[in-house]
Structure formats: C-alpha cells, structure tokens
C-alpha cells in the first residue's frame, strides 16, 4: 500500500494565510546580497535578469556542462536510457530543491544555480573514479582531490565565470555523503575567507566535512543532494538487472523513490517552516540514515561492481602516468595538450595567470576529471591499444 505522508492542517492554513497576507518567511538570501570576485558591469543585475539568473546561465553555457550528459551516476557501463546519469541527475536535485524552496519562500535562482553546478566537476565513473584520482593526486603531490572542491575550480578557475561567492560556496559545501537532522547557515564574510577554506580542503579532505553552506539556499540543496539519489538509485538497481530482489523494509519514509522524495520533502517543510535553519524530525532523519546504509551494503557493495572498479582504477593510473609523463617531457602532440590544454587556454578567459603554468598533476587531474565515462575508455585504449584492461558495456539486449 502507498506510503504519501501531507502536511499538517495547521501547517498548511499557516501558509495560506502567509501567501494571502504576504508575510512569508524573510529568511532567503537576496539578489543584493550577491559578491562576485571581479567588478564586471556586464554581470550586474538588471530588472529582468537577477544576479543568480546570470549564475545559472553561466554554469549552462559552461564548456564542461554538456558533460554531464556520459557520466556515471551510480551504474556505469549499461546500455540502458533508463538508467540515471548525472546530468538528470542535477536536474532531480534542482526541481526538489526548488519545491522546498518555493514551499519556505527561499530565492529560487540561487538554489537552481547551487544546483546545476554542484557536479560538474565530477570525474567519470561516479564515487569510484573520484577515490582514485584522489589516490593519485595524493601519491604525487600530497594534495587531495573532491569533487565539491573541484567543481568550484571548474566554474571559477578553469573557466573563470565570476561566479557569486553565494552561489560557489552552496557548491563547494553540497557534501551529499553526509547528512545532518539539521542545517543551519554559517556566515561567510569573502572570498578570502572562502578561498582559504578550499585551500583546506585540498591539504586535508577532512576539512571537507566541515563545510557548511552559509545560506538556507545552500542547505536545502545539499538536503536535496540525498533526497533525489536515495530511492533512485534503487529504481536504476532494478534497472541493471542485478539484482534478483531488492529487499527494503519501510522505516517510515517509504520504500519507493516517489514515496521517499515526499515523505522527506513533507517532513523538511513541516519542521523548517519560517526558521532559520533546514531540519527533520529525529524519526525521519534516522529513517533516512537507515536507508543510506541499506543502499550501501545491497547496492554500492555489490561484487560486480567492486570488480568493475578495480579495473577502472588500474587504467586511470596508466592514464595518470601517461599524461603527467607527457607533459613534463612537452610532447605537445599529446592528447592532453589537443584535447584539453588548447580547449580551455582561450584568450577570452581572464585568467590570474596562463593555464600552462599551473602545476603539471593539477593539469593532469583538470583533465581526467573532465572525461566522460566513454571518452576515458577510448582514450585508454588509444594509449594503450595492447592492454588487457577492458571495460564492456552491458547491451541493450543482454
């Protein structure tokens, strides 16, 4: 039987009446709050276009969005269009956000902006790829690699888009692996603070689970973030024809994903109406614990796909070499050069400094995190056209 929990009455005519009243909430960031790091007249706010308006045409004329159309979500290797990628993905995580956010009378642009661009700076092969570039950054360089930290490096150093600071630091703090009952802002004064906050996080990855997004803006998106993975990838696990029986139990929030999207997305309101701060009731947030680990040891755990990794890890380090090799020894025929350095090296781009002269791992790693999953397969076997590590995609008639 269906599982759809509603609102209170009580709650539901308090809204009404705000709504017809017009005293909603007050706790969104306004557009006049928006800091850029660069002074641009172009990127200034107009009556029909808002400061995170601009952000969100940024992000999707960013040369890198396009990408999130072949990387792995959970499932990679299928041959299945049902199976959720990444970029339907941020599309889940923007339209729950923005329901949240339209039910606490939040700015909306900024969530959708937070949102389109949490990812995109995502390796290929979803969790798995991101543990092994950051391995291999770290054995090279000691440095660490995240994809929250890398996707502020996409929209803000690769492409230097001037983005708001509101807007990166939602992205930079999006942490989707760790979740909290509650989500309350922390106020970030600049850039400079900001900046040094991300440079924390790539000599420590710890310091990544301390980030906090300093709007509500932010917390509902990173909420959203576990809200829109938790019961699909449950709907793609039975896609994948993996699994003969995916045995969940109801530990109050539903079973399926259209259950779960609106019990947590009932019980997020109810608690966080008119308050500072995003939060649900210690029932929901345990129940939402308990479906994290039950996808962890029936899905993520799964044996094929630990043998799957394993291989993807042992090319992305032929990869790593090659590329890092090339270009300490300048062979400027490699692909990391035609295909990467000579794509994003425009002249258009303001940069503090030539993209030649950032550090070789750091090119290297721009690189790979930039693959989709196809392109990182081919390029792997146009590297190595010898090698005995293969990846083969599931048909669709298998």
């Known amino acids: 039987m269906a599982n759809y929990k509603t609102l209170s009455v009580e709650l539901e005519n308090l809204m009404r009446s705000n709504l017809d009243n017009q005293t909603l909430p007050r706790y969104f960031c306004d557009d006049k709050e928006a800091v850029r790091r660069r002074d641009n007249p172009h990127d200034d706010m107009s009556i029909w276009r808002t400061s995170y308006i601009r952000d969100i045409d940024k992000i999707l004329h960013c040369p890198y969005y396009n990408r999130y159309a072949d990387k792995t979500q959970v499932f990679s290797l299928y041959k299945n269009d049902d199976i959720t990628r990444r970029a339907l993905h941020v599309q889940l995580v923007s339209r729950i956000a923005r329901t949240l956010g339209k039910a606490l009378n939040l700015n909306l642009d900024l969530i959708e902006a937070i949102s389109l661009g949490h990812d995109i700076g995502h390796t290929p092969f979803g969790h798995a790829g991101e543990s092994y570039l950051d391995e291999l950054y770290r054995e090279h360089t000691g440095r660490r690699f995240n994809h929250n930290i890398h996707s502020v490096r996409v929209l803000d150093q690769i492409f230097p888009l001037n983005l708001t600071l509101q807007t990166l630091d939602g992205i930079a703090s999006h942490n989707g692996e760790l979740e909290l009952d509650e989500y309350k802002p922390k106020p970030l004064s600049s850039f400079d603070e900001f900046d040094l906050s991300i440079e924390d996080c790539y000599l420590d990855s710890q310091n990544v689970l301390k980030l906090i997004p300093s709007t509500l803006e932010g917390c509902v998106m990173r909420i959203s973030d576990i809200i829109a993975y938790l019961g699909k990838d449950r709907h793609d696990a039975e896609k994948s024809k993996l699994y003969a029986d995916l045995p969940f139990a109801d530990e109050g929030i539903g079973v399926i994903n259209a ?51 394993e291989i993807i890890r042992q090319m992305m380090r032929d990869i790593y070499e090659r590329l890092l090799s090339d270009l300490k020894c300048s062979r400027t025929s490699s692909k990391i050069y035609t295909h990467h350095i000579s794509y994003i090296d425009k002249p258009y781009y303001r940069r503090a400094m030539p993209y030649m002269e950032t550090e070789p791992n750091q090119i290297v790693v721009d690189y ?21 590590l293969k990846l083969e995609y599931v048909g669709y008639f298998e």
Do not use: G, W
């Open 259 to 309: 259950e779960m999207v609106n019990n947590l997305m009932v019980n997020i309101i109810q608690n966080s109406y008119d308050k500072p701060y995003i939060k649900m009731d210690k029932q929901c947030f345990d129940a939402l614990n308990k479906a994290k680990r039950d996808n962890y040891s029936i899905i993520y755990k799964n044996d094929a796909h630990l043998r799957t990794n």
């Open 368 to 388: 790979i995190a930039s693959m989709t999953d196809d392109y990182f397969i081919d390029l792997h076997r146009y590297l190595f056209p010898l090698s005995p």
